[in-house]
């Protein structure tokens, strides 16, 4: 019996009817070329037998005295947790892309430990999906990254135990115990269902001071309350549009070698582009820029093994026609925002934590005006695997993140990189943008847009012009089990 | 826009996170035998094409000043409704209960209006599923029955319109208006968040009045507080086991016929004779009888058009071992319950709503005296269709309704009786009630046990004793749209 740190506790209390609180990861794979039609089905049969999982996976939520526990299920049941599911004919992206919406739309029960895993057969063209959810008081989407690649091989034959049946000397510390920890001593949610918090965090501090800095005149300062509204800041049904795509990451590092950028630059300018491309779309782009909250995992220096995570608010300069234009106002923001928030370990974990799962939280931290909000949507970019990798002997194609939405933040974009893809996954309120698939073929043309940015900027011969500043943090990468010795 | 009654906000009010209040059936079909493969898409397709429905099924609830609406939705989406989806290998009965269990356990998203029906292929075998759910709020099973009717023929060329595209002068009154309209005046839920019942209903005096009786000395007269605490009434999961299975309807006929006894009682004694096992097993069988509330449509007059619903305490005699003397206490008990609610309408409307609904409530109502309820379980039978029916130029082979549970309440069985069938639904809380799926088994050798009963009668040439009373009612049956002229 284990309690719930104040934090978890936290996902807890704050899920809605409309709102649910877990993430999860859509996973392509691809059958060896032999495989036999029952696949799946066997597949299926080999996960279920592992029908003794470690914790946190055996345990549920128990409240005693207001207060929650992790405990031991002594009736743990694997069909419940591992479900066989098929797409209907004629078993098209679009099609799977649907089951995902309804499926992490639903909520998960809370008298079962709260994950759950579906085989999804059918798919045109013979992958099999895997859509994987967890609460987010179980487990954030890092942690769920580096669990699930910890049962990946850089070998096809290689066939490990699921993440739930992973040994604990071959894992690292327990998923949130990276967020919780820290966080403990940080913030504390007041009362048993609002949610209140007492202490400011240095979040809040950090960004009251850059809007002094913006104030004293530094324009790429944002402070912590100039989002204009917009349709994605409005309240959300409990149904979900996900989508999801990859893009090659040659493409977009050949960008950022020639821009002089970074892969977290570019991305940010693809997703600047479709958001202005869709919101003309809708009539309602403002005309003040959007500003996007962006967690972000860096690792500056090789040696250092521990995380540096940072929160920061990036100017995405929708406002802007000039791409190379947007692009520079990108990058200046951001860099202002790493050198503001590189020395703020725990609040900027708690920022982390905070924009991932309850933005709404932090908007209403962090814009005490009324109609104002700090950022407009969460945008991260989850560090990933560098080789391809296999899971159960299959080849990896696609690790799609499936995130949060809250009350007043309708659109979440996450991409994962592998090998050499960026995966991206969106997120969408269903009913609140209409047509958000639009936004799918945005990113495309954004990337494309870039690339004659990049081609242009050769035929003149020099870089786009930038702020001063130190080198750019690059993206940390994680690995798979079989090429990293267990800590 | 319109107001929704006080009867149907309490089902919004009442809804919680392991209780959602949405009634559903599963109708297995039988595709006409030169179907192509794909039938089901094709069905999938025309049934979307349908994408203006009508009145209650393009409405949804707006909340305005703590009041509740019904609105026209202005931006209704088909694809929201009507979900295509499929099994996965094999395809096995059990798989499509599997999967109808998720769904149930699913909340319906109040930002549309609250009804979606999915359509499943890949059933080994060939058949195809439709599970169709609607809240509560918006019809009760029996409405639900008479609109899904509605749409059904009995000639196998004939395709009508799905029942949200049924036009009003083809339909009968709104759905819960059959419930609604006397119950308003009956019946006051108070406060936003509680349903604590102001105005005690007509069925709570009359069951006093019956603990009077028994009192009196009448031994087949039930108490509203004589049902025996059991594994049954306990809280619930929000997860589900759902079992469905079809009896003939002719051996149930049968055996009733000499017996002297009727379908319902029948279906009580196979119930009885199921549950008394199951607890066995469990060893939670408790030494008093336990008792069932039984909502039973009756008509008495085949002139009479209009509905006497009638709620019914029955004693299941599960504390005996002798079918016989089981039979007996059943058929007893149910004909003193009828006699005493016959005249008892608008209460007993209630009594219906609410026990199907809110069986918690009820039993708080009921049962003033700590851990003693009114009854253990609701067992319904809803009266169906006489003749073989078609639905989309395919056969019905199966109509199965999925109930409701609520807190306290696990367990729940309702049958559908249909042209030469008993379509047996159960519908039980997935973790308080483990192996549950023997229940269905035990139900068949009730049947079998019943069987023998009646052969040993004809042998003796005897009926079982039984009370002196009137004739007992029969089904009422509802017709197919083909058969039967608007009214």
């Not at 797409?87 to 099609?95: A, K, R, V």
């Not at 040994?167 to 967020?179: A, W």
């Not at 909000?373 to 080789?387: E, H, K, Q, T």
Request: with cysteine.
């Amino acid at each position: 019996m284990k309690r719930l740190t104040v934090l978890d506790m936290g996902f807890i209390h704050l899920e809605r009817r409309n709102q649910p609180l877990h993430v999860a990861y859509l996973t392509l794979l691809r059958p060896p070329a032999d495989a036999p039609p029952d696949f799946a089905q066997t597949l299926v049969a080999r996960l279920r037998s592992y029908a003794s999982p470690l914790p946190p996976f055996n345990q549920r939520l128990e409240s005693r005295l207001g207060k929650g526990f992790w405990v031991e299920d002594p009736e743990f049941d694997i069909a419940q947790h591992v479900v066989h599911l098929a797409l209907p004919q004629p078993g098209t992206m679009d099609q799977l892309l649907a089951m995902v919406s309804r499926m992490h739309a639903s909520h998960l029960d809370r008298a079962y430990p709260l994950w759950r895993t579906y085989i999804i057969e059918g798919i045109a063209g013979g992958q099999i999906a895997i859509y994987s959810k967890v609460h987010h008081a179980v487990a954030d989407g890092v942690a769920g990254t580096r669990l699930f690649l910890r049962s990946m091989s850089l070998n096809p034959n290689d066939i490990l135990p699921p993440p739930w049946a992973v040994p604990p000397q071959g894992r690292r510390e327990r998923p949130s115990g990276l967020l919780a920890a820290p966080v403990d001593g940080v913030v504390k949610l007041a009362g048993r269902f609002g949610g209140v918090v007492e202490h400011l965090p240095t979040v809040y501090r950090e960004l009251r001071k850059a809007r002094q800095d913006r104030r004293d005149g530094n324009v790429d300062a944002l402070s912590g309350h100039q989002a204009p509204p917009t349709i994605l800041n409005q309240p959300i049904s409990a149904s979900r549009r996900y989508l999801a795509r990859s893009y090659p990451l040659a493409r977009i590092k050949a960008a950022s070698r020639t821009l002089g950028c970074t892969v977290n630059d570019v991305m940010l300018a693809m997703c600047s582009h479709a958001l202005r491309r869709y919101l003309i779309d809708q009539r309602a782009l403002p005309s003040e820029p959007m500003i996007a909250g962006v967690p972000m995992s860096t690792r500056r220096d090789k040696s250092d093994v521990g995380n540096q995570i940072s929160f920061l608010l990036a100017n995405l300069g929708t406002h802007l026609a000039d791409p190379a234009e947007r692009l520079r106002v990108i990058r200046a923001s951001v860099e202002h925002s790493k050198q503001r928030y590189a020395p703020m370990k725990p609040g900027a974990i708690l920022g982390f934590a905070a924009a991932q799962m309850l933005p709404g939280l932090v908007n209403m931290l962090l814009a005490p005006k009324r109609g104002r909000l700090a950022f407009n949507l969460v945008i991260s970019n989850v560090p990933g695997p560098r080789s391809p990798l296999y899971w159960q002997g299959c080849a990896v194609e696609g690790m799609f993140p499936v995130s949060v939405l809250a009350d007043g933040m309708a659109l979440n974009i996450t991409a994962s990189s592998r090998a050499d893809a960026l995966d991206f996954g969106v997120l969408a309120c269903r009913r609140t943008l209409p047509n958000v698939e639009s936004l799918m073929d945005y990113l495309g043309d954004g990337l494309d847009e870039i690339e004659r940015l990049a081609r242009m900027t050769i035929a003149v011969g020099r870089p786009v012009p930038m702020l001063e500043g130190e080198p750019t943090a690059e993206l940390e990468v994680l690995s798979p089990a079989a090429s990293e010795p267990a800590p």
